[in-house]
């Protein structure tokens, strides 16, 4: 900005009367703009502003400023025009270099603002025109440039000014320019005014400045069209984002922008022929204007409005419709989709793909927003009108796919499918440079079949991921993600139960890329064909995978428990277990491995020899690496230990019922063993323990009788070796009861059982052990858990056995008869059998004839036991097998002739007799009998023998009777 034509003396000449300190004050002012004017431009201004402003408010100061004459007042003009021209050269200089940084911007402004603010410390010389004028000229501009920065409170206070100068000039007509460049600099200054108080949110403000503006205007076409064009702004900025208020002016300031235009319009008009360029750009900017005006009220949601604005645009008055711009179809669409009235709607979303006009990027979100309403039956011939109209026809494309997809839903996903298999779809995503694009269908694509998949709607998901693969190329590189396809393809087929199409894509698919992946589907279709020998086969190919991982062979045994294929199951865990070594990543512990084992052999029958197997195995493991490495600590090892205790113990109760006492045995041995070494303080556990190591040796025993076959010597010692260690625990086991009435249950039952199976085991040593049976009876006798019923059982045993042992037995039963009489209520019942049993164990231990005493002691003692008993208490049937059996003893004795011998059975069967109902008539005879045999014998004095003979002879016949009826 040069300004040639002003020129002050020299102030040393002119203003003598100019005080020294003014002058020093003038010399700083001018050395710091010749700094200005010989700076380089490269470098920063840094620091001149603050020492010019040091000296100009030096100067302003009251004093200094009533001696500025007015060659001070030129001078100090033409400074501050010198300075202005060195910022504008300074800028100019540094965009050509490398273009102004806003902190230099920053700076020149400054010095701007300097320059300005000098014109207004020099105020309005009389030889300077319109001076008021050209100093709001200076700040308009520096405010500008500070709006520009975004210091809008600088901008605003240089726009202030301004106006102040500009006003007064023209209030006052003191300005010699032409009152349209005036007008024209007040309409620009409350334009800028109103941007920056809109800068600020002084909305208010702003809109009341381009009102204000309205007055400046007075016909001229440029003033309606800048004066419009603010408010098409501050519209379309308030149609952009809501106000802080939350209301929105979008709607009136475009109508007021409209209105000017019109104004402007007839304003040129007026002028004549002059008006043509003016009024073209005045029909733009009001087309402009409608169409902004058609955006707010589609936001508004007035669509009657929208398709007010554009009838208004096409009818000609505004533009030509030849020349219609790309966003009038667009919002017509959206009004027609708000109206539901989409044939209209597809009309004008036809039009935009017809124009050359329209970006592709307007037809592809036209295009979405008519899919979303319209739904996805029209999606082909949208997406083959993009096919033909894009340039970039593959992104087009894809995110018409895409709002296709939108909503999910089995319709949407069938349209989907179609689409995306049109041979020009895909002949779009072909070419190397859609690769992007292509990827993008893939993924969409699949994560939509994976979305059915996942609600197990197969049928789709098979289309859709079939569709997948024509997005990925045959080449070497993509040969994973079509084996991918392949294989998640298979997956749904054998949703589907189509196996052998599930085949046929996994074979494809090992075939691209072999891996642990594939195999594992196998032998899921083999799972599904019941095929359990190819699937254990499957299985076990897996572990040669080279990327197999543990993991999955528990998947093998879910898959397989799930088919309700156990045996594959329990063949997938037996090859866990086998591949299990310590500090390998397991999916498992080994102990977690053997109790699902386990768990599920006992599922099925007959699988003892495999339970027993592995329940072996289990306690092998727990004894080499100790109870807490194999099993765990804490609570979860406690769980582990109890659970195999409780699951050998229940296999020892289960087989010991089913008779399979081998199996029994051993199960119960290694139930002893865990419950061992379960931490107990109470002492439970060790009394189970106790009572398997017993149990063991008791169904040991039985194994022993069902297969008639004696134990060997092994047998027996591990056996006795069991009850070794069972009898150093029995004293400790009523500790671990807190009831003393189980308590002495549990240990009576125990220590018989203990008794009985040691005796039993006795007999099967071969030095010794039967020497030792005898202390052994007497020695249980004597302990407090002795009972008549538990010596009942071993006096029968040791009869019984095949290792007889009548010295036992009748210790045994002797010291039983003693204990079942000493009790308060008697049981007749077991006496009665302990009576038989003596006195066939009597009668076993071949007595010569007459010489039974012990026999007979028997007899006597069952007598004095029947004698004052109810009828009943005694066994009726065992009564009359007493008193028979010793009347036929006296038979035998009659025919020995051995008289005495033969009277005391006669009256001991006779006594016995009558104490049992169903013995009258017998009775009779037996007295009868008896009678004869006192009378014969008291015939003679030498012939007692003879007589007993003969007359034992002649009454042979009622004695064999007797004999034979007791006998039946």
């Known amino acids: 900005m040069k300004i040639s034509e002003l020129s002050s003396p020299d102030l ?28 380089d431009p490269s470098c920063s201004p840094a620091g001149l502003a603050a020492r010019l402003r040091l000296s100009l408010s030096s100067l302003n100061q009251p004093a200094s400023a009533t001696h500025l004459l007015e060659p001070v007042k030129i001078h100090l003009w033409k400074l501050s025009y010198r300075l202005w021209n060195a910022c504008v050269d300074l800028s100019n200089a540094s965009e050509l270099l490398r273009g102004d940084p806003p902190s230099r911007k920053a700076e020149l402004a400054e010095l701007r603002h300097v320059a300005a603010d000098m014109l207004c410390i020099a105020g309005l010389p009389l030889a300077i025109p319109s001076a008021a004028f050209k100093s709001a000229s200076f700040f308009h501009k520096t405010g500008l440039i500070w709006h520009e920065l975004g210091r809008f409170d600088l901008a605003a206070g240089c726009f202030e000014r301004a106006t102040e100068l500009a006003s007064a000039a023209h209030s ?29 949110g002084d909305r208010n403000l702003a809109i009341a400045l381009l009102n204000r503006s309205k007055n400046l205007i007075l016909g001229s076409p440029s003033g309606f069209r800048s004066l419009a064009e603010q408010f098409l702004l501050f519209g379309k900025l308030d149609l952009s984002k809501k106000s802080p208020e939350g209301r929105s002016d979008a709607s009136r300031l475009l109508t007021e922008a409209m209105d000017l235009c019109e104004k402007g319009i007839a304003a040129a008009r007026s002028r004549g022929a002059s008006g043509g360029v003016e009024t073209l750009e005045l029909d733009g900017l009001k087309s402009r204007c409608l169409r902004f005006l058609a955006a707010d009220r589609l936001q508004a949601e007035d669509y009657d409005g929208v398709l007010k604005c554009v009838r208004a645009l096409r009818s000609g008055s505004v533009v030509p419709p030849a020349v219609e711009h ?84 089995r319709g949407r996903a069938k349209v989907l499918a179609e689409l995306t298999a049109d041979e020009k779809v895909v002949a779009l995503f072909q070419p190397s440079a859609a690769t992007k694009e292509r990827e993008a269908m893939h993924a969409l694509l699949w994560n939509c079949g994976a979305e059915h998949f996942r609600f197990k709607d197969y049928e789709v998901s098979v289309d859709l991921f079939e569709k997948s693969m024509l997005y990925v190329p045959r080449d070497e590189e993509h040969q994973s993600r079509r084996a991918n396809c392949f294989r998640v393809l298979s997956l ?123 329940t072996k195995y289990a306690r092998t493991r727990m004894v080499e690496i100790g109870v807490e490495c194999f099993f765990g600590k804490g609570a979860v090892g406690s769980r582990e230990l109890n659970w ?77 070796e069991m009850l070794v260690r069972a009898e150093k625990i029995l004293p400790c086991i009523s500790s671990s009861f807190n009831d003393p009435r189980e308590a002495q249950a549990v240990n009576q039952s125990l220590h018989f059982l203990h008794t009985y199976c040691t005796y039993e085991l006795m007999n099967r040593v071969k030095d010794g052990g039967r020497s030792q049976q005898l202390q052994l009876i007497k ?56 009576i038989r049993k003596l006195v066939c164990l009597s009668a076993s231990r071949g007595n010569e004839v007459g010489k039974d005493d012990g026999t007979y002691d028997i007899y006597r003692k069952a007598y004095q036991i029947i004698l004052g008993l109810k009828e009943g208490e005694y066994p009726i ?32 069967g006779l006594d016995l007799a009558r104490h049992f109902n169903g013995m009258d008539k017998y009775i009779c005879g037996m007295e009868e009998y008896l009678a004869n045999f006192e009378r014969l014998c008291c015939v003679g004095d030498g012939g007692n023998n003879e007589g007993e003979g003969n007359g034992g002879s002649r009454n042979s016949p009622t004695t064999g009777n007797i004999v034979q009826i007791c006998r039946e």
């Not at 203003?15 to 710091?32: G, N």
């Not at 049937?877 to 033969?902: D, F, H, P, Y």
């Open 12 to 39: 040393r000449s002119t203003s003598k009367d100019a005080t020294p300190v003014l002058r020093l004050l003038l010399d700083d002012v001018e050395s710091s703009v010749k700094v200005a004017e010989s700076l």
């Open 172 to 200: 006052e007509g003191t300005s010699k320019i032409g009152d349209e460049e005036e007008r024209q600099l007040l309409l620009d200054l409350h334009i800028a005014r109103a941007r920056t108080a809109w800068e600020v």
């Open 326 to 409: 790309p966003s009038v179809k667009y919002v017509a669409m959206k009004a027609w989709i708000g109206v539901r009235r989409l044939q209209e709607a597809e009309r004008e979303l036809m039009g935009m793909m017809a124009s050359k006009e329209v970006p592709e990027a307007a037809c592809v979100s036209a295009a979405e927003a008519y899919l979303s309403n319209a739904g996805p039956d029209k999606a082909g011939s949208v997406l083959l009108g993009l096919t033909g109209r894009c340039h970039a026809s593959a992104a087009a494309a894809l995110r018409v796919v895409q709002r296709v997809a939108e909503g999910g839903g």
């Open 492 to 614: 749904c087929h054998l949703g589907l139960q189509q196996i052998d199409r599930a085949q046929e894509f996994i074979e494809q698919a090992e075939k691209l890329e072999p891996n642990i992946k594939c195999s594992f589907l196998k032998y899921k279709i083999y799972l599904e064909k019941k095929d359990e020998n190819e699937a254990i086969k499957q299985m076990q190919a897996m572990v040669s995978c080279i990327d197999f991982n543990p993991e999955f062979l528990t998947l093998c045994t879910h898959e397989a428990i799930s088919c309700r294929l156990l045996p594959v199951a329990i063949a997938s865990l037996s090859v866990l277990l086998n591949i299990y070594s310590p500090g390998k990543k397991m999916p498992m512990t080994e102990v977690a491995i053997l109790r699902n084992l386990i768990s599920l052999l006992h599922r099925s029958p007959n699988n003892e020899l495999e339970i027993l197997k592995y």
């Open 644 to 720: 195999l205790a409780g699951i050998s113990y229940n296999m020892g109760l289960t087989t010991g019922n089913e008779k399979k006492y081998e199996f029994c045995a051993k199960f119960f041995e290694l139930a002893s063993a865990f419950y061992t070494a379960i931490t107990d303080e109470e002492g439970v556990n060790q009394a189970t323990s106790c009572k398997c190591l017993i149990i063991s040796v008791g169904a040991l025993l039985n194994a022993e009788k069902q297969k008639e076959v004696t134990l060997v010597d092994s047998d027996v010692k591990l056996a006795l």
């Open 779 to 834: 020695s249980f006798a004597a302990s407090k858990s002795c009972t008549g019923h538990y010596l009942l059982q071993l006096g029968l045993a040791a009869s019984c056995s095949e290792h007889y042992d009548p010295e036992v037995a009748e210790f045994a039963l002797n010291a039983c008869l003693s204990a079942l009489i000493a009790s308060p209520s008697p049981d007749y019942s077991s006496i009665s059998i302990v």
């Open 877 to 908: 049937e065992e009564g009359k097998w007493l008193a028979m059996t010793a009347w036929n003893k006296s038979g035998i004795a009659v025919r020995m002739q051995q008289v005495a011998n033969a009277r005391i059975w006669m009256k001991m």
